[in-house]
């Protein structure tokens, strides 16, 4: 996925309700465009600036920015700036996520 994805806050620890990952990301990019049938994503940017689009919408995300993806709605993220970038992602609810990051 072109980053590291390191677990916060499991299923296990809300009952299934959410899980939060925190991504470094290092080389610009990251996943193509894609939709969750069953999860609502949220993204929180910490450091770097990414891209975020969502649906037909296509933002710009600077430290403290964030963004939400409903599910259903094809979205993706890219980092677009020089060096590290972080960002806290929340997917609601947890669902299959955890499985998904630990292959």
Not at 19 to 25: A, F, P
Not at 28 to 40: E, I, M, V
Not at 43 to 62: A, K, N, P, Q
């Amino acid at each position: 996925m072109g980053g590291r994805f390191d677990l916060k806050v499991s299923s296990r620890d809300t009952g299934g309700d959410l899980c939060i990952y925190d991504t470094l990301r290092k080389a610009k990019g990251g996943p193509a465009l894609h939709r969750h049938h069953f999860q609502d994503e949220w993204f929180y940017v910490i450091r770097g600036e990414f891209m975020v689009r969502v649906g037909d919408d296509t933002l710009s995300l600077h430290p403290g920015d964030s963004a939400f993806a409903p599910r259903t709605i094809p979205h993706a993220f890219a980092k677009t700036s020089h060096g590290e970038g972080q960002m806290l992602v929340l997917f609601q609810p947890a669902g299959s996520m955890e499985d998904f990051s630990s292959r």
